[in-house]
């Protein structure tokens, strides 16, 4: 079932309390210069379109880390991706699929699958990763990945910690969508500068301090062609409570 997607609001349970986020708002971010520049996997930004009043989210690279043998793989179908054994800040993320060639109208039942990095900078599933702790090996672990199928308000809800990082990367979110079995956007998405830096300052992230990667130098986001805010997540809350965000995702159906 669809509906229209013109609208201003909606509330993201936080482990605070109920937040109120607009579903289409994104945060500015800080384009400060980095002092590392990337190393990882370069790709050109497709810029963010419009069709109609409607934006497209821009495509990315699917990046090293997705899930073994391919996200369509992936049985995680589950809202907590934490396993309950990664400790970090805690964080809500959902997220709005809608149709940019239908006026931004909802789409429901789209798998909307997101991974990430853990507080330490690690990926679950593969060895050899550089982190910033050393070399480790976390194959056969599946935290902080899963899917969900947005629900009839067009909505995919996750509940994970709040991301780490690793050198030469930017603090992000990998996301894939699929509808009908197809895949119609792979994505990444960054988090506000001020925010970033304040979960780093935190205690559970003094292992990894500031991240020195910035979104404007990152080797993804930096290249962008449009404006950064169409690929940063619109987050409320604090370090102590835990923050909640909002990200519209717009794919032409």
């Not at 190393?39 to 495509?59: D, E, F, M, R, Y």
Request: aromatic share 10%; hydrophobic share 30%.
């Amino acid at each position: 079932m669809e509906r229209k997607n013109f609208i201003r609001s909606f509330a993201v349970a936080a482990i605070a309390g109920p937040m109120i986020i607009e579903g289409c708002k994104k945060e500015s971010v800080d384009t400060s210069a980095a002092t590392t520049t990337s190393t990882t996997t370069t790709t050109t930004t497709t810029a963010a379109s419009t069709t109609g009043s409607c934006v497209l989210t821009p495509t990315e690279t699917e990046g090293p880390y997705p899930y073994v043998g391919g996200e369509l793989t992936n049985p995680l179908n589950r809202t907590d991706v934490t396993e309950s054994t990664q400790t970090g800040v805690p964080l809500t993320l959902n997220f709005v699929v809608v149709n940019t060639n239908d006026n931004c109208n909802v789409v429901s039942g789209a798998r909307v699958d997101i991974w990430h990095c853990n507080k330490d900078g690690y990926y679950s599933g593969y060895a050899s990763q550089p982190g910033i702790l050393g070399t480790q090996s976390y194959v056969g672990k599946t935290w902080l990945r899963g899917y969900q199928l947005s629900d009839t308000s067009g909505v995919a809800k996750f509940t994970t910690i709040y991301p780490g990082w690793y050198s030469g990367r930017a603090t992000h979110v990998h996301i894939e969508v699929y509808v009908s079995g197809v895949l119609k956007k792979t994505g990444q998405v960054a988090f506000s500068q001020a925010i970033t830096n304040l979960v780093y300052a935190s205690s559970l992230y003094t292992g990894l301090g500031t991240n020195p990667t910035t979104n404007s130098s990152d080797s993804v986001f930096g290249d962008s062609a449009t404006d950064l805010s169409n690929e940063t997540l619109s987050l409320t809350g604090s370090v102590a409570a835990g923050y909640a965000g909002s990200y519209t995702i717009g794919i032409a159906l």
